[in-house]
Structure formats: C-alpha cells, structure tokens
C-alpha cells in the first residue's frame, strides 16, 4: 500500500515538473516572436540603376507586401511591369521576390527599398547607386561613337613598389570565437531538451527501476514470495 502511495506521489510531481516547464517556455517563445522585427535583405548591395535584385524578408505578417523605393532626394516611388511590385508572405514570416528592377536613371546614392505587410509593418534596405566621377546622376548609358585611336606615347620607366601586406584581417579572424553565441530562441530550445530529457529518465525510474527493486527486494527477503 505504501508502494502504491509513493508511486502516485511521484506521478503527480512528474506531471507537475512538466506542466511547470510548459508554463515557463510557452510564453518566452510568444514574447519572443510578438518582439522580432521585420528584416529586408537584397542580393547586392550596390552598383548601377537598371540592374534587377532579388529581395528577401523574414518576421513579417502573412499576406500581401508592398514594395517600394524612395530615391536619395527622398522622392517616394513604386515598381513597374516588368517589375515586381508586391510580394506574398507566408504563414512563417518570410518572403522572396527574384524580380524587382531598378528604374534606368536616377541620381546617385543612397536609395531605400521599402517593404510594407498587411498589418502596415515596413522594414528598408538600403542600395546604393554608383554613378561616372563627372555624372550627376546613374542609369543605363547609350553607347557612344568610337573614338579615333591616337598615337600611342612610349611608356617611360616606372618603378613598381611593393604592396604593404595588411594584418588587419588576420587579427579580426584570430579574434573571433571558436562558437558563435546563442540567441534566445536557441536557448530557449536547450532549456526544453533538457527539461524533456530530465522528465522522461525520472518517468523511466517510477515506471521501472522502483517497482522492480521493490519486487527483487521482497522475493530477497526470508519467506518472501510464499504464501
């Protein structure tokens, strides 16, 4: 009877060290999610107008996203044919559009690519447009008449001068660490492996081990297992 009473006792704490770890976990990982923030990031992040990029973006509300531009003189403006304008978002946040086109012309800088959901959340990632050292603006050139070769100077002497080799990069790769850190997803994520993998030996152990000893124990015992 005692056996019994123990073994319902350790049922009854098992359940209750799960039912804890669930309690603690489940709201952790809906705090994180609610506080995650759209990210937009682009296949490069510079070079001519008129080049198409490929745009991706995570922890967004599923739907339909917008997507725009706003140039460096702060002139809003939105993508067209063939142009993709608008993304779909899937139920995990993400999205990827292979088919959003520059304008041909524009000036040169800094332009922002803007991704608006459906719940009005936006995020931005940043191109910048390259432009010639005598251009006010960047854009798709027209070819230009070829010009009329001169006659070529004869080179004159030059002495070459040995390149300083930089340690910058070496420093900056030895000081990195062996293991990147943890995030607080993934720690949440040990936390339950470890939770679960504590339940299911302490289940082991009620299931088993006790009940077993307690029957070798008594059939041990002198005048054990006769009637």
Same mark, same amino acid.
């Given at each position: 009877?005692?056996?019994?009473?123990?073994?319902?006792?350790?049922?009854?704490?098992?359940?209750?060290?799960?039912?804890?770890?669930?309690?603690?976990?489940?709201?952790?990982?809906?705090?994180?999610?609610?506080?995650?923030?759209?990210?937009?990031?682009? *296949?490069? %992040?510079? $070079? #001519?107008? !008129?080049?198409?990029?490929?745009?991706?973006?995570?922890?967004?509300?599923? &739907?339909? =996203?917008?997507?725009?531009?706003?140039?460096?003189?702060?002139?809003?403006?939105?993508?067209?044919?063939?142009?993709?304008? *608008?993304? %779909?978002? $899937? #139920?995990? !946040?993400?999205?990827?559009?292979?088919?959003?086109?520059?304008?041909?012309? &524009?000036? =040169?800088?800094?332009?922002?690519?803007?991704?608006?959901?459906?719940?009005?959340?936006?995020?931005?990632?940043?191109?910048?447009?390259?432009?010639?050292?005598?251009?006010?603006?960047?854009?798709?050139?027209?070819?230009?008449?070829?010009?009329?070769?001169?006659?070529?100077?004869?080179?004159?002497?030059?002495?070459?001068?040995?390149?300083?080799?930089?340690?910058?990069?070496?420093?900056?790769?030895?000081?990195?660490?062996?293991?990147?850190?943890?995030?607080?997803?993934?720690?949440?994520?040990?936390?339950?492996?470890?939770?679960?993998?504590?339940?299911?030996?302490?289940?082991?152990?009620?299931?088993?081990?006790?009940?077993?000893?307690?029957?070798?124990?008594?059939?041990?015992?002198?005048?054990?297992?006769?009637?």
């Amino acid at each position: 009877m005692a056996r019994i009473v123990i073994i319902r006792l350790l049922y009854i704490v098992l359940f209750t060290i799960v039912c804890e770890i669930f309690s603690m976990t489940s709201p952790a990982f809906a705090y994180f999610k609610a506080n995650q923030k759209p990210e937009v990031s682009l *296949s490069i %992040q510079q $070079g #001519p107008l !008129g080049v198409t990029l490929t745009v991706r973006g995570k922890n967004f509300h599923a &739907g339909r =996203a917008s997507i725009s531009y706003i140039d460096p003189h702060n002139v809003a403006g939105v993508f067209v044919a063939p142009s993709d304008s *608008s993304a %779909q978002v $899937g #139920p995990h !946040g993400t999205f990827v559009s292979t088919n959003i086109i520059m304008p041909s012309s &524009g000036p =040169a800088g800094d332009w922002k690519i803007a991704v608006t959901d459906s719940k009005r959340a936006t995020a931005i990632a940043r191109y910048h447009v390259l432009a010639a050292p005598e251009a006010q603006s960047a854009g798709v050139s027209s070819p230009s008449p070829t010009p009329i070769p001169s006659p070529t100077p004869i080179p004159s002497p030059t002495v070459r001068s040995t390149p300083a080799i930089s340690t910058v990069g070496i420093a900056n790769a030895t000081s990195r660490p062996p293991f990147p850190p943890l995030d607080t997803a993934s720690t949440i994520l040990v936390l339950l492996v470890v939770g679960g993998t504590l339940g299911v030996a302490a289940l082991m152990l009620v299931l088993f081990i006790i009940p077993w000893s307690e029957y070798f124990h008594e059939r041990n015992m002198p005048g054990g297992g006769q009637w």
